[in-house]
């Protein structure tokens, strides 16, 4: 039932990328007000990736390529290459979906830029070729940058890449006149349901029962690594390793959908932006929780040696029952 | 008792020209107190939802002959007496309930019911049905309520940050075997699994969909769901949530300015993009400010923007049809 564009129109859509799909919008029209850009990404996109899990399982994963090419140039890396500017920076995102590829956005989450610029596909179009999503980001802080085209799949099968601000300063500072530090660390939690990940791209559009109201996930992972075990730890920049006087900064990110709380393993840290917005007043925190897609970038300024577990429930939505946990370190020498 | 007995399921047609005669978008101040009565009427009925699922729903409706899910949303002042009248149409036992301000106790079957109370206190409510919780609740006997402050226009609390409009987002989750339980005066036995997800009542319609830009039916377009304004037009939205499902409430184009967290003043105004909304009747108030989108370049002031929520299992109806579900939009004029 329903429609496959807004046109009313059956046709299977430009590009023959959306053969079947509906309320896909497929467009690729000039950007509006153009300008010459300060820093360009070229994102392109793979639906054929995968991602390996600590019991040997291997899960597909859909995510953006770095390069123009579009068909896995920069290779498949999850989570997606980063992209990281300064505040006052006229920024391109020119997002590359070639036909075989479907169709694709590239939303700049916590970024609030032109509408055209927001990646939105039933507000604006979803890309069936190449777009470029032109945006001056404002604000420091951490966001992360997702699909926004049958966003529910998209985002799950794991398309989506850490989006750092870094104030003039660049990276070492936080806000400018604010806090510094010496070392980072990604702390981007998510939970796969693996039954998920071999749905078409279009999967439940029209109307089909693609269970999609009910994620049940069997992995939990950090920064693109299975985080039930031990493979997130002592692997830079997911753990991290200061020296006692040294201040580390964690970017966290709840790129799930089920809601979290992340501890600190006995650390004490001090939020100073959630959501690429400084806070009036910083607050001190052991552990935090966290709803799908807030952010929160905590420095820590450890003052005793040894190992500290940062470990992250996943708690389900509804009955508040902790699904699984994704955990990485932080080594403080002396 | 068969489907055909039962009344259809209306909402936001009845509710829109309901706001218009209590101000809802242009609250004017009183400087003395005022008795407002209202009757409801628990009302039953069947709503055909986007995948032709009929699903039953119960609701505190303006008139027996329809049923109104969410009930009608009432705004009054710090001080007016309130006077609620329930006529309950159905055979189970129902209440009405304002937590902290007035709890009916059971009204039977058949019976009609006059509660009277004081508006004690600034804030966003959810009046609701407590008897058989969750499941009278979750099958719609609920609405917004709001108290503004004595004497005040344009602000949440004194020395809140102000705004010129406001607006209820009443969040809910379905589960049509559960309703259908409940329907059949039974408590359900199966795990919740909701399929359907509404603000205000209804799910979302995007372009090209059946029912798409009609008000009564697209959550994308309800005239009181929406959010319309020019630059500089704050809007105070009053959050609910009578489902079960926590959320995760994500503006695009503004951040909010995040006033309160389950009926508490946050101690310290936080501008965030996504905000935390508790399952099982949390709440919030937030302010969305229609500022200039600050990172468009050349800056914009007009366009369109979309609220949903995160929990992105939320955007679906029937396990599919992505867009359907707990959303809306937002108009920069």
């Known amino acids: ?334 | 008792m068969k489907r055909r007995d039962f009344l259809k399921v209306g909402s936001a047609s009845v509710a829109s020209t309901v706001f218009g005669s209590v101000g809802l978008l242009s609250w004017a101040p009183r400087a003395y107190a005022q008795t407002i009565t209202k009757t409801f009427y628990i009302t039953e009925g069947y709503q055909t939802l986007i995948t032709g699922e009929d699903v039953y729903f119960r609701g505190f409706s303006d008139a027996n002959g329809m049923v109104n899910v969410p009930g009608e949303s009432l705004i009054v002042q710090e001080g007016d007496t309130i006077e609620i009248t329930v006529v309950n149409t159905l055979s189970t036992t129902h209440s009405f309930v304002i937590d902290g301000l007035v709890d009916s106790g059971p009204i039977a079957s058949n019976q009609t019911k006059t509660i009277t109370f004081e508006a004690s206190k600034a804030g966003t409510y959810l009046y609701y049905d407590k008897m058989n919780a969750p499941y009278n609740r979750l099958v719609g006997l609920h609405g917004g309520f709001a108290v503004m402050p004595s004497g005040l226009s344009n602000q949440l609390y004194p020395g809140s940050p102000t705004f010129v409009q406001q607006y209820f987002w009443i969040f809910n989750d379905i589960d049509p075997v559960w309703h259908n339980a409940i329907s059949n005066n039974q408590t359900p036995k199966t795990a919740y699994e909701p399929r359907y997800f509404t603000i205000n009542g209804l799910g979302a319609r995007p372009p090209g969909a059946p029912g798409s830009h009609d008000p009564n039916i697209d959550a994308m377009v309800d005239t009181r769901t929406a959010l319309h304004g020019q630059i500089g037009d704050r809007t105070l939205v009053r959050i609910l949530n009578p489902g079960l499902a926590s959320q995760s409430v994500h503006t695009h184009g503004n951040h909010m300015e995040w006033l309160t967290e389950n009926g508490n003043i946050r101690p310290d105004i936080w501008k965030k993009d996504c905000i935390y909304l508790d399952g099982d009747m949390g709440s919030l108030d937030v302010i969305y400010p229609f500022e200039v989108p600050p990172d468009s370049y050349p800056p914009a002031t007009t366009g369109t923007y979309p609220m949903h929520l995160h929990t992105e299992m939320s955007q679906t109806a029937g396990g599919g049809f992505y867009m359907f579900g707990a959303l809306t939009d937002i108009y920069f004029e």
């Open chain 1, 1 to 334: 039932m329903g429609m496959r564009n807004r046109n009313g129109g059956g046709g299977g859509g430009g590009g023959g990328g959306t053969s079947g799909a509906c309320y896909v919008y497929p467009d690729s029209p000039a950007t509006p007000g153009i300008v010459t850009p300060d820093v360009t990404f070229d994102r392109g996109i793979y639906m054929n990736g995968s991602m390996t899990m600590d019991d040997g399982n291997s899960v597909r994963i859909w995510g953006f390529t770095d390069g123009s090419g579009g068909g896995g140039m920069g290779g498949n890396s999850f989570p997606s290459p980063a992209i990281r500017v300064t505040a006052g920076q006229i920024v391109h995102s020119r997002l590359n979906v070639q036909g075989m590829m479907w169709v694709h956005t590239m939303h700049h989450h916590g970024i609030e830029p032109a509408d055209h610029a927001d990646g939105v596909g039933h507000i604006t179009w979803d890309v069936d070729g190449v777009y470029t999503y032109q945006w001056r980001p404002m604000h420091p802080g951490s966001y992360f940058y997702h699909c926004h085209t049958n966003t529910v799949l998209h985002a799950e099968m794991g398309m989506y890449g850490a989006l750092i601000v870094d104030p003039p300063e660049g990276p070492g500072t936080l806000l400018s006149g604010g806090p510094t530090y010496d070392v980072e660390a990604f702390w981007v939690v998510d939970e796969i349901d693996s039954s998920w990940h071999n749905l078409r791209w279009d999967a439940g559009t029209c109307g089909a029962d693609a269970g999609l109201n009910t994620l049940n996930p069997d992995y939990f992972i950090i920064t693109g690594v299975d985080g039930s075990g031990t493979s997130a730890m002592n692997r830079e920049p997911i753990s991290a390793t200061v020296q006692v006087g040294q201040k580390l900064l964690g970017r966290y990110i709840c790129a799930g959908y089920h809601p979290q709380k992340i501890n600190f393993g006995g650390l004490t840290g001090k939020v100073y932006i959630s959501d690429g917005r400084p806070l009036p007043n910083p607050i001190e925190v052991t552990e935090l929780r966290a709803c799908s897609a807030e952010r929160y970038d905590i420095i820590f300024e450890p003052t005793e040696p040894g190992e500290y577990i940062i470990s992250t429930d996943i708690i389900h939505w509804i009955t508040g029952e902790v699904l699984g946990t994704a955990k990485t370190n932080v080594i403080v020498t002396a």
